[in-house]
């Protein structure tokens, strides 16, 4: 629900809840919950500054007949905003904070505090162009039971990218940089990381979405991941028809490699392949059913495995 306070000045409530129901097995049921507040204000030049807090209630599946989830909550609080400098000239700040918490004490290990400074600066070399230049920093407290080496980490990274407007045939974000990541008591790692995610407009009925990224993920041990962190890298790509809109058709593939740290020989590499279909009728209500094949090869006995997903979903809108 958005609430217009003013011209330009919107508080949005939204709350969101999903049911998965397992035909075999109990203990896969699951559901997820998540409620999300924010205002956002612009003003007439188009300087932009949001502000907002989320909550999610979710939980790492289990991994056999006889396992149960791992609930968790996860708390966000950011602030958002964007100044137009001049008619080609962009900054950017995002400050933000984090909280993830189990609700069983046996997974403490996986319960951090996240502090992130985010801040850009950017140049529009035409209306629809703009290039820029991005730092940010975080500071990761990992809740590690006594007597485990502490994994506290401090993580600094710049991009150098280019955006596109969402209007024009290429749209999106292309960026690459470099990261370097302090722990407190482990190996520490650097490199270069990605981010991208672009659109290629074919024609008013079909358009093309390239993703791409290389970072460093935090390893779980409530989802079985080894060792500290692992770096994961990869690309998608996903073609979508509409010419026989309202109903749109997309066909998407996903390859991960999955490459974990402290000298590990643990090696994933997972590959993806979906087709959706998409039915929007008279703009309230939205129908979608997918097939999804998924394969993870690891190195690791017990983590190979192949998926089959079929999925129906029906949105209603107000």
């Not at 230049?133 to 990274?157: C, I, K, R, W």
């Not at 309230?284 to 090869?297: A, F, G, Q, T």
């Amino acid at each position: 629900m958005d609430f217009a306070l003013a011209v330009r000045n919107i508080v949005n409530l939204t709350y969101k809840m999903n049911y998965l129901i397992h035909s075999r097995f109990q203990n896969f049921k699951k559901d997820t919950h998540n409620l999300s507040l924010s205002y956002r204000y612009r003003t007439l030049k188009g300087s932009k500054v949001s502000l907002g807090t989320d909550v999610d209630f979710d939980s790492i599946q289990p991994y056999s007949a006889s396992d149960g989830h791992k609930d968790f909550r996860k708390n966000t609080f950011y602030i958002d905003a964007l100044a137009l400098l001049s008619s080609a000239t962009e900054s950017g700040l995002r400050i933000s904070h984090q909280s993830r918490r189990y609700e069983d004490s046996r997974y403490e290990i996986d319960e951090y505090d996240r502090s992130t400074v985010t801040v850009s600066a950017g140049h529009r070399m035409s209306p629809v162009t703009t290039v820029f230049l991005e730092y940010a920093y975080y500071y990761q407290e990992n809740h590690v039971p006594s007597g485990f080496p502490s994994t506290d980490m401090n993580t600094n990274t710049v991009f150098l990218g280019a955006k596109w407007a969402a209007t024009q045939k290429v749209s999106g974000v292309l960026k690459a940089g470099y990261t370097s990541t302090d722990f407190k008591e482990v190996s520490d790692f650097s490199g270069v990381v990605a981010d991208t995610d672009v659109t290629y407009r074919l024609s008013d009925f079909t358009r093309f979405e390239l993703t791409v990224f290389r970072t460093l993920v935090k390893s779980t041990v409530t989802a079985r991941e080894s060792g500290t962190y692992y770096i994961s890298e990869g690309g998608g790509f996903v073609a979508a028809y509409a010419g026989w809109y309202p109903l749109v058709i997309r066909a998407g593939l996903l390859y991960r490699r999955n490459d974990y740290s402290d000298g590990l020989d643990r090696k994933d590499r997972l590959f993806s392949s979906a087709l959706k279909a998409v039915y929007g009728y008279r703009g309230w209500l939205d129908c979608l059913i997918s097939y999804e094949y998924r394969r993870n090869d690891s190195n690791v006995d017990g983590e190979t495995y192949g998926e089959n997903r079929i999925a129906f979903m029906m949105k209603f809108s107000i």
